[in-house]
T-cell receptor
Framework: EAGVAQSPRYKIIEKRQSVAFWCNPI?????LYWYQQILGQGPKLLIQ????????DSQLPKDRFSAERLKGVDSTLKIQPAKLEDSAVYLC????????????FGPGTRLTVL | AQSVTQLDSQVPVFEEAPVELRCNYS??????LFWYVQYPNQGLQLLLK??????LVKGINGFEAEFNKSQTSFHLRKPSVHISDTAEYFC????????????????FGQGTILTVHP
């Protein structure tokens, strides 16, 4: 079974530029999560989707971050414009459903904002 | 609100020695508890979870953890570590849905870097 795929693996941008990350969850997984992991900290949930609907985006900085999950499969997370403090690893995870507690994580995208 | 505190940011240990990684949580209602491992440049992998029942939980790679409700702890242990156990370990808590907590929403601790020396 293929795992959660993410791309790119690494990205370096200047502040005020835009960037987008892509995630392809495990086939059949209805729930998709985006986490932000700042160096030295644990992952923090940014947004949770159930199929193509948003379940929880309470910690998403909506003035600069946006996310979508078209057709309930792949998802993209965008930052526009980026700030220095956005430097982090962005992790995507998926699970069979919101009532299923085990989440499967992708390898992450490491973003460096200069 | 829930929170998780991992008491040690780094734990060095020699190969074949026992290890304990400490985790305390804060919540006013019942929760579910997890340990994840993160190898360099990889995503997180679930080691074990406590949902209910026996307070001693066994996971993959010989790890186990004990849920202690009175001390609000969920410490991770392994009786004999290997070089390959070198990684970062995260304790996480999820609401059970009771008391308005979000079911399945994970709150992570800051992580403990385990380094196993030969």
């Amino acid at each position: 079974e293929a795992g959660v795929a993410q791309s790119p693996r690494y990205k370096i941008i200047e502040k005020r530029q835009s960037v987008a990350f892509w995630c392809n969850p495990i086939s059949g997984h209805a729930t998709l999560y985006w986490y932000q992991q700042i160096l030295g900290q644990g992952p923090k949930l940014l947004i949770q989707f159930q199929n193509n609907g948003v379940v929880d985006d309470s910690q998403l900085p909506k003035d600069r971050f946006s996310a979508e999950r078209l057709k309930g499969v792949d998802s993209t997370l965008k930052i526009q414009p980026a700030k220095l403090e956005d430097s982090a690893v962005y992790l995507c995870a998926s699970s069979l459903g919101t009532r299923i507690l085990e989440q499967f994580f992708g390898p992450g995208t490491r973003l460096t904002v200069l | 609100a829930q929170s998780v505190t991992q008491l040690d940011s780094q734990v060095p240990v020699f190969e074949e020695a026992p290890v304990e990684l400490r985790c305390n949580y804060s919540s006013s209602v019942s929760v579910y508890l997890f340990w994840y491992v993160q190898y360099p440049n990889q995503g997180l992998q679930l080691l074990l979870k406590y949902l209910s029942g026996s307070t001693l939980v066994k996971g993959i790679n010989g790890f186990e953890a004990e849920f202690n409700k009175s001390q609000t702890s969920f410490h991770l242990r392994k009786p004999s570590v290997h070089i390959s156990d070198t990684a970062e370990y995260f304790c996480a808590v999820s609401g059970s849905g009771a008391g308005g907590t979000s079911y399945g929403k994970l709150t992570f601790g800051q992580g403990t870097i385990l380094t196993v020396h030969p």
